[in-house]
């Protein structure tokens, strides 16, 4: 099945800086990648999501590329706000052909003010 | 909010119990996801049920089991709880239709079991 590594586990960033996170996955087969934020307690939120054909994509502060030849996407935060610290996961699905998220392990992001 | 709703918010409940987990999904969704996050294991997906069919099954234990109803809310019934059943469940929904893809989760029922 489906395997998705995410790093790094936790990211210290100065307000104002650039976040970037990481991710790996293993099914080929896999053609649509979510990020979603989680704050303490609270549900998972959609922030971003990319499709296999498209390489980057942008929304305001965070983009997501994908590169499918080497099977990784990336989160990139851009001017960072201490409302952005949260963490964060990957996912990765087949799209249509089955749709349940295989998740990364999360980033712990913290924008220090 | 994601419009999806679940019910309760927290549960606490002793080993060896039976709990059942209620969830409604967003108005014009007929995809429900059940996923379980623990510390140790991360987010991981239970099972999913399309307009009241079992669609797939992922890591679920069989002391687990889920069902779709015609109105499309969905509960998950947990039974011979055991102390390592203590998790944030969490349902999600997605939009029917070719290409619609994103989950929407509700805010999560947090089982804790003593």
């Known amino acids: 099945g489906e395997n998705v590594e995410q790093h790094p586990s936790t990211l210290s960033v100065q307000e104002g800086d650039s976040a970037v996170i990481k991710c790996t996955y293993s099914?080929?087969?896999?053609?649509?990648f979510p990020w979603y934020k989680q704050e303490l307690g609270k549900r998972p939120q959609l922030i971003i999501d990319?499709?296999?054909?498209?390489g980057e994509k942008k929304d305001q502060r965070i983009a997501v590329t994908l590169n499918k030849t080497a099977k990784h996407f990336s989160l990139h935060i851009t001017e960072t706000q201490p409302e952005d610290s949260a963490v964060y996961f990957c996912a990765a699905s087949r799209g249509a052909a089955g749709n349940k998220l295989t998740f990364g392990g999360g980033t712990r992001v913290l924008v220090k003010p | 909010d994601s419009g999806v709703t679940q019910t309760p918010k927290h549960l606490i409940t002793a080993t060896g119990q039976r709990v059942t987990l209620r969830c409604s999904p967003r108005?014009?969704?007929?995809?429900v996801y059940w996923y379980q996050q623990s510390l140790d294991q991360g987010l991981q997906f239970l099972i999913q049920?399309?307009?009241?069919?079992?669609?797939a099954k992922g890591n679920i234990l069989e002391r687990f089991s889920a069902q779709q109803f015609p109105d499309l809310h969905s509960e998950l019934n947990l039974s011979s709880l055991e102390l390592g059943d203590s998790a944030l469940y969490f349902c999600a929904s997605s939009p029917p239709g070719q290409g619609r893809n994103e989950q929407f989760f509700g805010p999560g029922t947090r089982l804790t079991v003593l």
């Open positions: 099914d080929s087969a896999s053609n649509y």
């Open positions: 049920y399309y307009n009241g069919e079992e669609r």
């Open positions: 108005s014009g969704d007929l995809s």
């Open positions: 990319i499709r296999s054909n498209v």
